[in-house]
Structure formats: C-alpha cells, structure tokens
C-alpha cells in the first residue's frame, strides 16, 4: 500500500522505481543485478508512462484518484511472485476525507507499506508549512500505529522522505531524530529511508525491493504457503532472495535484512 500527503512525490517516486526495475532490473555501482538469473518486474502500461515521462525530464502528473498496480516479480523472465500495488490519493489519508475509512481497511489487510514524507515542507521556513506538515506526518502515524493495532499479522512499513536533495545531512539527522519515535511501530517492521527524486536520475529502489524481500518472508511463515514457496524454491527463489538480501545489505547495511531470509 502506498500513501503519502499531496505533493509528497509518491507518483514520482513509484513510476521512476518501477521503470527503473523494469528496464534494468536492480543495478549496484553500475552494475546490473544478476545472481545466474536477472530479477526484474512486469509490464504495467500505467507506470511505465509516468517513468518515460520521467525519464524525458519532466515529474510526472501526480494521481488524484486511487488505483491499483498489479504487477508480476521476474526471475530470468518466469513470474515467481505477485505484486498489487493499491495507491491512495494523497488527501485520503486525512480524517475529513471520504475515503479515510478505505485508507484504513487497507492498513488492516496489506502487508506492507511505503509512506511517503517530503522533507521541503519539514526545513521550510514557513512556519504554517511547517506546522502544517508536522501535524501530517503525526496524523499518519497515528493512522498507522492504530491499524497495527487491529491486525491479526505483523506489517512492513517503509517510510519514504522525498526530496532530500533540498536537505543538507545534518537536516536529515535532525528529521529522524525528532520523528523517530513516530516512524516506529509496536508490532511492525520499520525502516526509513531518504531519497531524491530529480529527472532523469533514478531514485533508489531500496524501500521497494525491501518490501519484496519481505513479503517471501511473509508469505512462507505467516500465510501457510510453505507448499507454494517450496515450488518456488525449486524454481530457485531462495537464490533470488538470497541475492535481493545481499543487495539490499550493500545498499543499506545498518538494516538486519538477513532476519527475513526463508530457511527450511
């Protein structure tokens, strides 16, 4: 599930990810992912227009609406897993929205999460601004931290700031340190990660493919689909996820990504 204020850049961000991962699957110091086989994911007519657009230089218009992506996860060009992506507008998630109580079903029934933040309106000046996006950023946490709550299985949240590029380093330090108690939750994983998203440069698929890596965890320990995951690993998923776990380790190593490796 994807969820983010207006004008957080999750429409940017999801599109260039997704073209990204599609054309080239996970590329490392320039080198693209292979582990024997090439990891990549399905076609998806949607996002791979906002990724052109992206990619020719310009944002791609944000969704006012809310969709679902349903998308395929590639191993040397055979579907070893699926992926529905649901993408709530970006007003949805506040309490006066009609579609708040869709917001919530959703956190009860996915089984993860990628929220996204724009640090802009956390550095800014403006004091209203600011205010105002403090008051967001805790709006949706307390959303979140209330969904886990009424949740029967563990969930994976990812929080995503976006345009970090207008943050010097010692501003991010200063962002999770006052946000971090926030961006924790009592029965869910977490991880934070900070990224830009400036065409054509590829933003980083970190939180995405975190989230992949996950959901195989997921699905062998906590949907009872070993017999299902067995026949993947006789396809070789273990190998995959083996080597999404070393690069997500490579990437962003003070993360315990091994804690989600299947082991028989």
Partial sequence: MLIGAPAAGKSTYISASYGHLYYDGITT????????????????????????????GYYPLPDADFFRYSMDILWDGKTV???EWIDMAGGDIFSTSARQSTVRRNLRECD????????????????QKFDDTVGMICEMCELIEYE???????LMV??????SDLASQEEKDLIWDQLKEWLTYDG??????????????????VPMVGLMVYAMYYDYYYRGLKDKLRVFKNRKIDNLQSGLINYLERECPKICWYRWRIKD
Avoid: W
């Fill in 148 to 154: 886990i709550r009424n949740r029967s299985r563990p």
């Fill in 112 to 127: 993860a999460v990628i929220a996204f933040y724009a640090v802009d309106n956390i550095i800014t000046h403006d004091q």
């Fill in 158 to 163: 990812s929080n995503v700031f976006t345009k």
């Fill in 29 to 56: 110091d320039t080198r693209r992912f292979r582990h024997d086989k090439d990891m990549t994911l399905s076609y998806n007519s949607r996002l791979l227009e906002k990724f052109n657009s992206y990619r020719n």
């Fill in 188 to 205: 869910a994983e977490s991880i934070t990660y900070f990224t830009t998203c400036v065409p054509p440069e590829i933003p980083t698929p």
């Fill in 81 to 83: 897993g699926e992926i």
